[in-house]
């Protein structure tokens, strides 16, 4: 079964601490994205990658850091955590193209105290 | 105004009731997208659609791509289906690989 595999599902940290969310995923996919989900807000881009060590801003990329070193892994990064990242985060994949559809892994709800 | 709307944003519906959610968007598409989001779950794509209508097991989705439109259709309703439905589009402005979403609907199916 195909999937995408965030690395934890429930995380608590302090703030200031640097942060890594790790997402892996099987399907030899090109594409892979950031998401993160607050009520009231719905699902916003943080960061998206379309290739090994390419990455492109998405909507609210100010805070995070990525790293895709190799394709099947997609890292974010809290450079320096704060309470307002507080948050669901999620990773998906793609593959190339508009008719693909996306696979979404099962989110990480991150505290940061 | 959000470029994908959803309504209703919440809807409450008792077992073996017939639903309906609604998604319009204002922008040119390449695909729309049903989601599910179980309680504290991860996101599960329902359907990916261009044109007509899918169908899988219970859920149809249909599209209108001249009116912008797309609904998501439950026949039988149970409670198992409470969750957060969400559209997304695949907007085709400036050749993005990237979704738009809308904020979600939460069901509830009582039994």
């Known amino acids: 079964d195909v999937k995408v595999t965030q690395s934890s599902r429930y995380l608590v940290k302090r703030t200031g601490e640097k942060v890594f969310l790790e997402c892996v995923q099987d399907?030899?996919?090109?594409?892979m994205f950031w998401y993160r989900q607050d009520p009231g807000l719905g699902l916003r881009l943080i960061y998206f990658s379309y290739d090994v060590k390419m990455k492109e801003k998405g909507d609210i990329p100010e805070g995070y850091s990525v790293s895709r070193e190799k394709k099947e892994r997609f890292s974010l990064i809290l450079e320096s955590a704060s309470t307002n990242q507080t948050s669901m985060y999620l990773c998906?994949?793609?593959?190339?193209?508009?008719?693909?559809?996306?696979?979404f892994g099962s989110g990480t709800r991150l505290t940061v105290v | 105004k959000n470029e994908v709307e959803q309504s209703p944003q919440n809807l409450t519906a008792q077992e073996g009731e017939f639903i309906t959610i609604n998604c319009s968007y204002s922008?040119?598409?390449?695909?729309l997208h049903w989601l599910q989001q179980h309680p504290g779950g991860g996101i599960v794509s329902l359907f990916m659609?261009?044109?007509g209508k899918k169908k899988h097991g219970r859920l149809i989705a249909t599209i209108n791509i001249q009116e912008k439109h797309s609904s998501l259709h439950i026949t039988a309703s149970h409670p198992r289906d409470s969750a957060v439905y969400i559209c997304a589009v695949r907007d085709t402005q400036g050749g993005s690989e990237k979704l738009v979403f809308g904020k979600g609907m939460k069901l509830t199916v009582n039994p």
């Open positions: 922008v040119g598409i390449s695909a």
């Open positions: 998906a994949s793609a593959r190339g193209g508009p008719s693909y559809g996306y696979t």
């Open positions: 399907m030899d996919h090109e594409n």
């Open positions: 659609l261009s044109s």
